[in-house]
């Protein structure tokens, strides 16, 4: 008896902690997610049938939402949240049942959450996200034979286009709501054209792509695009085209925060994490990035880290001359064929 209290006290103290004994359960949904149910008393049964996917931004941290899903005060849940560094999937309201998480409209629709805040995208919006989202879209909408009409951003980030235009839209794209999420930094372009699979255009992402090995000790083009893109990242360095110390050091903090071995070498698996989506109207670090590459490929502009008519104009110039989709929008495939 003595025997069994005390596991019982052990297993109390684990549950105290938050700690799991267990392994992750699968989603029986979606079996590349994690399924970690939210509290019953924040959703409901679903009495409509699924059409939409709702695009959303968590305002906060992956652990946090999970656990807020999971307290009745919440009030609110999703069916999907995933995860900023690598696109880590979990699932808490089975796809039957009627999440709360736009409003109104929440009797169709199949919410996912992004870890991550509006207010900085180029920090949340990765790679590995937007490709894990597109992979969990695809499959919500090919399981029930739904055409796959992704917003596009046409009539600007926050417009309200009827529901038989759109299937997949952000919240703030959905009637009579109150949230803006996810905000005019999420890229509409590129997510369409990776939710259809597609991966030829120039803001498109291409998970069979190679990349350059930059390391310690290496100069030129190469190093000065990475030392931008940590710049636009938050970290302070001097853009020098020296992959020096101390852009070593930057990598390998860069590295360690996107969930990657720390080992300061920028390869297949660094540059997908370190590139940003750029395009027209953009500004700052990433945008003299793809100017300086640019004038590499002699084209002359000015680095002065806007995104005018003239660099739109190169982009596509570049993305023509390399047989990418000419769109003006410098995603992975764009990024990579400047790379090399």
């Known amino acids: 008896m003595k025997k069994n209290m005390n596991g019982l006290l ?43 996917v709702t695009i959303h931004t968590t305002e906060g941290s992956y652990a946090g939402s999970i656990s807020w899903f999971q307290n009745c005060s919440a009030g609110v849940s999703a069916h999907y949240v995933v995860r900023s560094s690598d696109g880590q999937v979990t699932q808490m309201v089975r796809e039957a049942d009627k999440a709360w998480h736009v409003g109104n409209s929440n009797g169709y629709t199949i919410g996912i959450e992004h870890e991550g805040y509006t207010n900085a995208p180029a920090t949340w919006y990765t790679s590995a996200m937007y490709n894990a989202s597109a992979a ?28 038989s235009l759109y299937n ?4 703030v794209n959905f009637a009579s709501q109150t949230h803006t999420d996810p905000g005019s930094g999420w890229d509409w372009p590129r997510y369409k054209t990776l939710v259809a699979g597609g991966t030829s255009g120039g803001g498109g992402s291409d998970a069979t792509l190679t990349w350059p090995l930059v390391q310690y000790g290496n100069t030129g083009e190469r190093v000065r695009t990475i030392q931008y893109l940590l710049q636009q990242w938050g970290y ?9 110390t101390a852009t070593q050091t930057a990598v390998k903090n860069f590295q360690s925060s996107r969930g ?22 953009d500004s700052g670090a990433k945008v003299r990035a793809v100017q300086s590459q640019l004038n590499e490929s002699g084209y002359g502009l000015v680095v002065d880290g806007i995104f005018g008519s003239g660099t739109d104009s190169a982009v596509r110039s570049f993305q023509s001359a390399k047989g990418l989709g000419v769109d003006g929008i410098v995603g992975d495939n764009t990024w990579s064929k ?3």
């Open 338 to 340: 400047m790379a090399w």
């Open 260 to 281: 990657l071995g720390a080992d300061g070498i920028v390869g297949n698996a660094t540059w997908p994490a370190l590139t940003i989506v750029t395009q027209q109207g």
């Open 236 to 244: 302070t360095l001097t853009v020098n085209g020296s992959f020096d």
């Open 168 to 171: 997949v839209k952000g919240h």
């Open 136 to 163: 969990l879209t695809r499959d919500i909408l090919s399981s029930r034979g739904l055409a796959q009409k992704v917003f596009d951003g046409s009539g600007g980030w926050n417009a309200v286009p009827s529901d």
């Open 10 to 52: 052990a297993g109390l103290i684990l549950v105290a902690l938050g700690l799991q004994t267990l392994p992750a359960r699968a989603s029986t949904d979606y079996p590349p997610a994690i399924w970690n149910p939210a509290a019953s008393c924040n959703y409901s049964a679903r009495t409509a049938a699924i059409s939409h």
